[in-house]
Structures are given as structure tokens and as C-alpha cells.
């Protein structure tokens, strides 16, 4: 199976409702990052977590690399928000990502 | 201001044909990767780079070559070109981990 298990696949939100999107991963990961997609095609790099949590803005991240999980909570979700966000995974073997399939996210007024 | 720039940004072929997309960072970043994007499969990476001179195989390396002939400049190769690979590729750049950089894509289209 796929090493990056990533849910839901499509979310829609409201303006300044607040959700997680979550990674689950499949073998040992010894770091995470989270992306997003904009309508243009182009890939931002929002998180970088080896553990523990980060948080910008409206985002914040977790990483628990024993129970082999990642979350990106958004809150008070606003219309440039809307989107497709990718997790990567870092395995042990080498300086390469595995990414996951994507959330579309969905911001609505 | 650092970069990762492709080319082209569109790109029709013909099945046979041979194709080349380029990928330059101004990032001074040893590792490069090329990914692919299909609806339904994320990114998948298909070969990636440690430094000049060096490629390795990623995850679907099978019908493309990869090309590293210096630390900015990042090529894959698609020598027979055919139409199940159409799609968006990506070219990427990273130091350390925490600043992995896309490029903006190539569309490419294989008929």
C-alpha cells in the first residue's frame, strides 16, 4: 500500500470555520512537510516538522512520528485558503519525499 | 531572488519523439528531484539528484532518464516519448529539508 495515507480527499468550508486535515503514514517517518497547491499549479511549502508542532498564522501543524501521524489544522478558514494540500514524508532511506494524495480544500463565503 | 525555474512551461510531442525538460535553481541546493502529477496520484517522484554529476532512481524512474551535469541544472529525458506520459511535471530543489523549493511545472502533452 501507499506509505502516505492522506484524508479526507475533498473538504468544503465555510468563511472562519475551522478543520484538520490529517497524514497517516505507513512506515517509519523521520520527518513531514505539508504543501499547498493554488489554483496556478504551484507548490508552497508550508511546514517543515522533524516533531512536535509549528504554527503560522491561521495553521498549525503536528507531527507524532511514533504513532506515525501529521495534522494541519486551519482556522478561521478565509477564501485564499481554498486549494489542494499535499503531505510528504521523509522515510529513512534517503533525501527523498513521499507525498500524499491530497486534500482539495473548498473555502466558500 | 532563489528560484527554481522550468522549461518550457507547455510542451506537445509526438509519441516516438524525443523530449527534454530543463529545470535551473539559483538555491545552491545539492539535492534536485523531478515529479510527475497525475489526477488521483499526488506527486510521485521519478528521479532525484544528490549533486552534479550524480542521479538516482526514484519511485517510476521507467521510461525516463535524468541528467545532472552541474549543481543548478537538473534535466529529464524522455527518449521515446509516449502518451501515457502526459502529464505535469515538477522539478524541485532542497538543502536541508526545510526548504524544499518547487518549480511552477511543465505541461506536457504526448500525442
Known amino acids: 500500500g501507499d506509505q502516505v495515507e492522506q484524508s479526507p480527499s475533498a473538504l468544503s468550508l465555510h468563511e472562519g470555520t475551522s478543520s484538520a486535515l490529517r497524514c497517516n503514514f505507513t512506515?517509519?517517518?523521520?520527518?513531514v512537510q505539508w504543501f499547498r497547491q493554488n489554483s496556478r499549479g504551484s507548490l508552497i511549502n508550508l511546514f517543515y516538522?522533524?516533531?512536535g508542532t509549528k504554527e503560522n498564522g491561521r495553521l498549525k501543524s503536528a507531527f507524532d512520528s511514533k504513532e506515525l501521524y501529521s495534522t494541519l489544522h486551519i482556522r478561521d478558514a478565509q477564501l485564499e485558503d481554498s486549494g489542494t494540500y499535499f503531505c510528504?514524508?521523509?522515510?529513512?532511506?534517503?533525501?527523498?519525499?513521499?507525498f500524499g494524495s491530497g486534500t482539495r480544500l473548498l473555502v466558500s463565503p | 531572488e532563489a528560484a527554481v525555474t522550468q522549461s518550457p512551461r507547455n510542451k506537445v510531442a509526438v509519441t516516438g519523439g524525443k523530449v527534454t525538460l530543463s529545470c535551473n535553481q539559483t538555491?545552491?541546493?545539492?539535492?534536485m528531484y523531478w515529479y510527475r502529477q497525475d489526477t488521483g496520484h499526488g506527486l510521485r517522484l521519478i528521479h532525484y539528484?544528490?549533486?552534479?554529476?550524480?542521479?538516482e532512481k526514484g519511485d517510476i524512474p521507467d521510461g525516463y532518464k535524468a541528467s545532472r551535469p552541474s549543481q543548478e541544472n537538473f534535466s529529464l529525458i524522455l527518449e521515446l516519448a509516449t502518451p501515457s506520459q502526459t502529464s505535469v511535471y515538477f522539478c524541485a530543489s532542497a538543502g536541508t529539508h526545510s526548504d524544499y523549493t518547487f518549480g511552477s511545472g511543465t505541461r506536457l502533452l504526448v500525442i
Open positions: 512506515t517509519t517517518t523521520r520527518s
Open positions: 539528484s544528490y549533486g552534479a554529476g550524480s542521479t
Open positions: 538555491n545552491n541546493h545539492n539535492n
Open positions: 510528504a514524508a521523509e522515510g529513512t532511506g534517503g533525501y527523498k519525499v513521499v
Open positions: 516538522l522533524a516533531s
